[in-house]
């Protein structure tokens, strides 16, 4: 029945009250490029990973700048860090960077078992 | 008093033109000056205009200028240099043409993007991805569009955004007009044939002016054109030549490939590369977007940084026809009240 | 009494030589056991004469500064040679004096103050080499002082800066050879033992004040300065004296860098001397980054403060590591640090499923990056198809990274994921050759991927060989081309003719001053992680503007990155080698054609106007 899953009444709201952004501020103090997204979707629609996954690294930063960090440390994981949304981004966001600095901040707060 | 009449406007586009006729009506002495053969510039390219299909002949037609005594014009004239000297600008271009004028009016328009910059939108490589302007000249040869084999498009593709607003073509502006053109050629091509489908890839449909909202509204109702909501990262070409995109549909979160017979690329509006050129020995100044700069962009749009110099058109930011000319109609006015102030002060 | 002077001296020798004996135990024991025995071995054999020759033309003639920049070499020289002749002369002629093999090493450095009597075998021919070496050596010290305050004259736009331990150890180096000077001036003056210079500014002294009474304190001033320079070498940049010995004998006894930080890296960070011509050969400096090159690498990681803001804010190009006079690999100990710092998290790629291969005798791969310019694919394709190669196109609709620019990243653990993932498909498709047309996954493929029995070939390469093999006919086009050295491909790989003779087969390529292991880089590499898109638009437009003063036809290069960094400065037309040949492709071979009617279609089809060489 798992795929019936998303019948279950399950809130999908954006809780912003309970904003995590202990990732997000680490992110834009060091990569404040990070903030001029438009969500065009070119980095997902290139990504190397994105075609052999389920990985979507635009919603990755948008669920960041979204106060939500749920499931990210699984999904992060995927990138190939080729460097084709990096290439492809209208905005000059360096894409890479952001990841890496995700990736990173995720194993801090893994370490301290906080995430 | 009367000798201080002299005018040169560069470009004899549609705003040269109309700023032309204006000022030589109010009695000033006007050299028009053209650097291609024909007046009539970049509106020469387009067939139909939005939002209401009506023919560009047509503008084309009603502004044309021709000279008479108070109104010269020179073709072949590709200026690239304006000096003042004695209080006099002197124009000239790289061989011996050398024109004197009181004022200046700039009236050089802009330049497409070179869409195969974007090379992963493959134009110039995949015979089956046009740009707008192709298929403006496809449709002004009153031909139907074709695939490059000759046969019936079944899916056509058309891309916003093409070397606008992307910083990895250099340009981070809005060309302001490509929207209501992907819009307005959509609706094109469903008239050609009824049984396409037609597909608009955008980021955000900026559909700014008088009833372009409702061209928006008719090309779903009547047409049947779908919005997605992604930016093309890619074009592949399969083996039959036909076409296959790369995009995300960011309103499902997913990325998305679609087979396409064509795809048209709304290409972007430049500022001219000579701009710079004519900067030189003088205080014209170019804006970020490499743009004429303004004096200020509210009350003195038409005014540049060097006295005596003024703007008119899509040389100031791009525009359309409709805002071109009232651009220029206000280039004028503000040409004659400079001149009527020097008078009052002599 | 009399020893006293010496005092300062000695204790400064011994603290240096306990702490570098302690260093040289530290290093050796951080080795693994495989590197200590290679070390063993080539101190027993006959590598060691080579480690000797090695560090007597580096260390001290400072024979690759020389080359590069002759005033410098002759500085590093004077200072290091001529101060290594004044010990072993002085000590010949302590020894000559005293008549005697064994003499104490305080003695022999300050010889004249305790010789008085100046009357022994060769006494004068001493007294005057040894003041010609302290002009030497004195000559090299005026050059290091107008270097500090006028680098320009150096033809170095930059110099390192200075920590407190380095200005303790410039300030005391740069007293050792004047107070020398005075010292023994005054002796020669008191005891006439003196040699041409000595002698002369002992007159001088003589003339102005008493020498019997500055003769003590300039002797004692001398032996403090020597003590003082000593004491703190260790905790200065002039440790990489004794270091880079150390570094030399382990270089030729094959120790190596590894995938982590050992000893090796710590001995090639305390070999840098900190001369400052890795900072004039980087890039970045025109996008005003100032903090992050290799010798500012090295100094962080040997203080301990090492951000990642700085470690990966490098373009890896390589072009500092060319012309580091130590020799130490710089892009080598950064990829170290990398892996080191990004450890923690590395991906485990668990969702990579084996895709089934399609058998072929060739498999292309052309990359992600090559996705974005689809005219190196269909050239590609078109060369192909031109040969009938049975070729399988292995990424062309999905599949992995290649994984290079995951070890840029420092991630080599993820990206063996990768390489076990592609090589299982290339090795399924019981293909001979791989041709790849990006050099980042060239370099992966060739260096990190294990696939025997498959020969992996560049683009360049592999054309070439059709073209010299008569499979493919190439017409001579006439262009003027630019070559541009992509950073993977030259210094990477060390591949820079084939890819210049398969250009010259259809055009001419200009030379150029900045080429090959010199050639700039595009400013777009992979390999830098922090840097934003207007820093690597300076760093391209430093590129561009040195190509388009050879005013060329067309600037040619061998990479995707490349050319999409390029192209978008917009300067001028760029193609990829493969581009330039797919224009330039005949059909047939023209001897063959034998009616008329066809030798006109073979016309047609050379003059006809193709995309790619139409500019």
Redesign the interface.
Known sequence: MSQFDFLKPKSRQIEFEQFDDRILTFVLERERSFLTCISCGGCTATCSAGNLTSFNIRKIGLSLRRGSINDLSDEIQKCMFCGKCTLVCPRDINIRNVVLLIKKRIAQLESEKTL | MTEKRNIAIIGAGIAGQEAASVLAGLGYKVTLLEKQERMGGMLNKWSKLFPDFSSSQQILDTVQVSANKNLSVICNADISSITKENGRFELSDNSSLKVYADLVLLATGYNLFDATLKEEYGYGVFENVITSVDFEKVHKSGKKLTTLLGKEPRRVAIIHCVGSRDAKSGNTYCSKVCCITGVKQAIEVTRMWPDCEVFNFYMDLRLYGSKYDSLYLEAQKHHKVQFIRGRLSEISERQDKGLQLKAEDTLQGRPLRMNADIVILLVGMEACEQNADLCRNNTLDLDENRFFKSKNIHYARNISTQPGIFMAGSCICPMSVNETLESSRSAAFLVDKSFRSVQVEE | MENIISIPFLVGMAYLFIVLIFRCIKWIAGLSKFDKIRLLKSITGRRLFQSIKETFMEALLHRKIFRKNPVLGYMHMSLAFGWFLLIVVGHLETMMAEHSMFVPFHKAVFFRYYESSGDFYLSGFFAFFMDLLLLFVLSGLMFAIVKRFRKKLFGLRRTTRLKSGDKIALTSLWLIFPLRLLAESTSAAVYHNGGFLTSGVGFVIDFIGNPAILYYPLWVAYSLSLGFFFAALPNSRYMHIPTEVVFIFMRNAGIRLKKQNDSYTDVQVFSCSRCGICLDKCQLSVAGIDDSQSVYLLKNIRNKNLS??KL?NCQMCGRCQIDCPVGIETIELRTVQRIES?R??N???D??IQEIATKADVVYFAG??T?????V??SMKKIFATVGEGVWFMD?V????CGR??ML?G?YE?ARK?IENNSRMILDSGAHTLVVSCPICYKVFKEDYKLPDVEVVFHAQYIDALIASGRLMVDAIGLRMVYHDPCELGRGMGMYEAPRRLLGRMGEVVHMKDEKEYAYCCGGS?GN??????ERKLLRNQALVAYESYSPDVLVTACP?CK?TF??G?KMKVLDVVEVVAGAILAEKPQKVENPLAEQDVDALAFAPD?TCNL
């Open positions: 990642d803001e990966f990004t923690d998290y991906s485990s790629y969702y990579l992600c990056m996705h974005l310019t689809p005219r694919i269909s062309e999905k599949a992995p990274c620019p995951l990243a991630q993820a990768l992979l992680i922090k840097i934003t898109e207007d990155k999409k192209a978008a917009r995309m």
